[in-house]
């Protein structure tokens, strides 16, 4: 229901009052920027149905400089990249980026499973409650209060601390938010960052666990089909391109796609990029350092310790077209793997 429908309980009108979180939908008119490009088509809309094209007032004098400070940009990306990943050939350096095992308590696993089962149950419940005491309107409240609280919950079960370093603020536009996966904390890592206006991607494997499946829903998840079912995977994105560009709303995904634990970065998928390039949202970069004797992995080991999160600088997607995807996306991965040298050294 609409906060302006008529006969709204005042508990429900309450919390909206009190936060000021009331999701609102933005227009397409209001929100030009996010449009795809002129002469384009949105990449998943159908073959009968162009997206939209940018304004035409822009002077092309102006669009040039655009696409010009543009190109400077992926090949300052580029020549940095490639200039990081040549260590990649040293064997000491691949050796010094696996992960390798380390002595921990036996029971340790199945206790960090189970307690963090519980909480994940738990607050599941609280949130479900308290999505109906605010009519299910709240979904930033959901995200940014009760699932960055899980969050630091999770982190503070297994005695981990974050320290975030880059620059600040955010950008307060729409955004594309990426990052290297490496472990199953990075999920709360995510979520104790609270990131503004953000929605997530998530596998739909995870949708048949019960407390995920209820946070999911309620802070805005896409559930994301498998790799193998490309159909569903491409009326998932353009489902998900709807709702962004509808809402305004930024949105956070693992262009690797699952956890890479040999210490390298892992093959990009291509979704991550084909929203930017459609929703002509920045991407900004976010590099996970989880410290190779405290990263549990794929399990749920985690020792004690601190796990930094560096955000990089946004990476502008104004001028970007579907011709040049695979080269924008091979750029961003070798930045990634570039970032992988210098800070996954630390």
């Not at 990449?43 to 669009?63: C, E, H, I, W, Y």
């Not at 995870?206 to 790799?227: E, S, W």
């Not at 693992?254 to 390039?277: D, V």
Request: glycine fraction near 8%.
């Amino acid at each position: 229901m609409r906060s302006g429908s008529r006969g709204l309980s005042p508990l429900r009108r309450f919390p909206a009052l009190l936060l000021h979180l009331r999701r609102r939908s933005i227009q397409d008119s209001q929100r030009s920027w996010s449009q795809s490009f002129e002469g384009h088509r949105s990449l998943f809309s159908g073959a009968d149905s162009p997206a939209a094209p940018v304004d035409g007032g822009a002077p092309t004098q102006s669009r040039d400089a655009n696409r010009h400070l543009q190109e400077e940009t992926m090949s300052s990306v580029i020549r940095e990249a490639k200039a990081k990943t040549g260590m990649l050939n040293n064997p000491e350096v691949q050796e010094s980026l696996s992960i390798p095992d380390f002595p921990q308590q036996r029971w340790r696993p199945y206790f960090l499973l189970v307690a963090s089962s519980v909480l994940l149950t738990f607050c599941a419940a609280v949130m479900f409650l308290v999505a109906l005491f605010t009519g299910f309107q709240l979904r930033r409240f959901y995200s940014e209060v009760l699932g960055r609280r899980l969050g630091k919950a999770v982190l503070t079960l297994c005695g981990v601390r974050i320290e975030q370093h880059g620059p600040a603020p955010l950008p307060n536009i729409q955004t594309i938010f990426i990052a290297n996966h490496t472990s199953t904390l990075d999920v709360f890592i995510l979520l104790a960052l609270g990131l503004p206006r953000t929605r997530f991607f998530l596998k739909r494997k995870y949708r048949l666990i019960p407390p995920l499946a209820v946070i999911g829903y309620l802070v805005g998840v896409f559930f994301t089909p498998p790799q193998t079912n490309r159909a569903k995977r491409v009326r998932c994105f353009q489902h998900a391109e709807d709702v962004l560009r509808r809402t305004g709303d930024s949105v956070f995904l693992s262009p690797e796609g699952t956890r890479i634990t040999s210490g390298q970065i892992g093959p990009f998928n291509k979704g991550a990029f084909h929203l930017a390039t459609a929703l002509r949202a920045p991407i900004v970069p976010i590099f996970i350092v989880i410290p190779r004797n405290i990263n549990p992995g794929r399990g749920f080991a985690a020792l004690p310790g601190v796990v930094h999160v560096y955000f990089q600088s946004p990476i502008p997607t104004t001028d970007w077209k579907l011709s040049d995807l695979d080269r924008n996306k091979t750029a961003v991965r070798d930045y990634f793997a570039g970032l992988n040298v210098t800070l996954g050294l630390r």
